[in-house]
C-alpha cells in the first residue's frame, strides 16, 4: 500500500474514535453507520489512488525506456552519419588521385602521339628515298646503289616496326583512359548518391 493511503486510513481511524456515551434512543447507530461508510470510501480512494500512482509510474518508466532507445536510435544515426562522411571524404580522394592520374596519362598519350606523327613523317620520307632509289635503280643497277636501296628497305622495316609498336601503345593507353574515365564517373555518381539527404 502506497503512504498515501497508510495516511488516509490513519486520519480515517482517528475520525472514527468512539464518540462519547450518548443519551439512550440518540443517533449513535447512525454515526457508527456513517462512520463505516466514510472509512469504506476513504479505502476505495485509497486503492484508487495507489492504482493511478502504479499506472503513473509504469507510463513514466515506459516513457524512460522510449527515450533511452530514442537516445540509442540517435547515437546509431550519428555514428552512421560520420561513416558516411568518412567515406565521402575516402572517395573524395580516390576521386582526385584518380584525376591526377588521368592528367598524367593524358600527357603520356599526347607526347606518345607526337612521337608517333613524327615516325610517320620520317617513314614517308624514307618510302619516298626508296621509291626513288628503285627507280634510279631500275635505269642502272649499280653494285653500290642496290646495296644503298637495301639498306634503306631495311631502316623503313625497321621504322615501320617502331612505328606499329608505338601505335599499340598509344591504343593501350587510349583503353587504359577510357578504363580511368569509367572508374571517375563511378565515383562522382557515388559521391552525388552519398551527398543527397536519406
Known sequence: MSTLSLCLLWVLATVARPAPVAPMGGPEPAQHEELTLLFHGALQLGQALNSVYRATEARLTEAR????????????????????????????????????????????VEATARELEAAAQAQQVLWDSVRHLDSRLRVACLGRACHELENLKLHADKQSHLLWVLTGHVQRQRREMATQQQGLRQIQERLHTAALPA
Open 65 to 108: 525506456q522510449s527515450l533511452d532507445l530514442y537516445g540509442h536510435t540517435l547515437e546509431l544515426l550519428g555514428l552512421q552519419v560520420s561513416q558516411g562522411q568518412d567515406a565521402t571524404r575516402e572517395l573524395h580522394t580516390d576521386l582526385l588521385g584518380m584525376q591526377t592520374d588521368e592528367d598524367t596519362l593524358q600527357l603520356q
